[in-house]
């Protein structure tokens, strides 16, 4: 799991679950789309990306 005091960790997951809910919708989702719908910056999402850590059964696909 995800340590709760990592905020990479933590954007990534809040990115993660609003990138599952727009596949559901099918819709295709921009980095500016996920800033929207999380309340972080493009920045902190894409730094996120890069050095945050998900559980395995959370993988980003």
């Not at 993660?16 to 972080?40: D, E, N, V």
């Amino acid at each position: 799991m995800f340590n709760i005091h990592d905020k990479y960790s933590i954007v990534l997951y809040q990115t993660h679950m609003a990138k599952y809910q727009a596949s559901r919708k099918s819709q295709k989702i921009t980095i500016q789309m996920l800033s929207q719908y999380t309340g972080f910056s493009e920045e902190i999402i894409l730094e996120a990306l890069e050095f945050g850590k998900l559980a395995p059964d959370l993988s980003i696909r």
